[in-house]
């Protein structure tokens, strides 16, 4: 077998081993988080909660993406399992990340509201903060997947290099 066939064989298991390991890797990072969407307006919220132990965990996490964005008209709360208000953010950009703490165990709930009277399309997820060696699977595959892609750059400058020796 010619040299860049080995490459390419070899890339293809790359790319086909670190997809595998991204599907793995976001799983495990996304185990614990709620996820949720649908339309809010004035009269109408969304709320997705979870289970939190403080036990596993002292550090939740909380997103919000807003499909058409208009500013100063949505906030999300995170009610702890007493229903106490721990955070209250209005949402300035299309997206939000946010950080809170744990500290019972129960259930949190995540509150997106609208004071616009146009329902608009919204995704919320809370969970747990994900640890350093969760996340360090998602680089792993990362790093698999851009090898695998550089060997086929090999590959194709190999073959470019061929096809000019053959014209002289």
Same mark, same amino acid.
């Given at each position: 077998?010619?040299?860049?066939?080995? !490459?390419? =064989?070899?890339?293809?298991?790359? !790319?086909?081993?670190?997809?595998?390991?991204?599907?793995?890797?976001?799983?495990? !990072?996304?185990?614990? =988080?709620?996820?949720?969407?649908? @339309? =809010?307006?004035?009269?109408?919220? !969304?709320?997705?909660?979870?289970?939190?132990?403080?036990?596993?965990?002292?550090?939740? =996490?909380?997103?919000?993406?807003?499909?058409?964005?208009?500013?100063?008209?949505?906030?999300?709360?995170?009610?702890?399992?007493?229903?106490?208000?721990?955070?209250?953010?209005?949402?300035?950009?299309?997206?939000?990340?946010?950080?809170?703490?744990?500290?019972?165990?129960?259930?949190?709930?995540?509150?997106?509201?609208?004071?616009?009277?146009?329902?608009?399309?919204?995704?919320?997820?809370?969970?747990?903060?994900?640890?350093?060696?969760? @996340?360090?699977?998602?680089?792993?595959?990362?790093?698999?997947?851009?090898?695998?892609?550089?060997?086929?750059?090999?590959?194709?400058?190999?073959?470019?290099?061929?096809?000019?020796?053959?014209?002289?």
């Amino acid at each position: 077998m010619q040299k860049s066939g080995i !490459i390419v =064989v070899a890339s293809g298991v790359l !790319i086909v081993l670190g997809l595998v390991l991204l599907v793995i890797g976001n799983q495990i !990072i996304l185990e614990g =988080v709620s996820q949720g969407n649908g @339309k =809010v307006r004035s009269s109408q919220e !969304i709320v997705i909660s979870t289970d939190f132990n403080s036990q596993d965990t002292s550090i939740g =996490v909380f997103a919000v993406q807003i499909m058409d964005f208009k500013d100063n008209t949505f906030t999300a709360k995170i009610l702890d399992p007493s229903d106490i208000e721990i955070v209250s953010q209005r949402i300035d950009s299309e997206t939000l990340e946010k950080e809170f703490e744990i500290l019972e165990s129960g259930i949190y709930k995540l509150i997106i509201q609208s004071s616009d009277f146009e329902e608009t399309q919204v995704f919320g997820a809370i969970g747990p903060f994900p640890d350093a060696g969760k @996340k360090i699977l998602g680089f792993i595959s990362i790093y698999v997947l851009i090898i695998g892609m550089g060997g086929l750059v090999v590959v194709a400058v190999i073959g470019i290099k061929n096809k000019k020796n053959q014209f002289r």
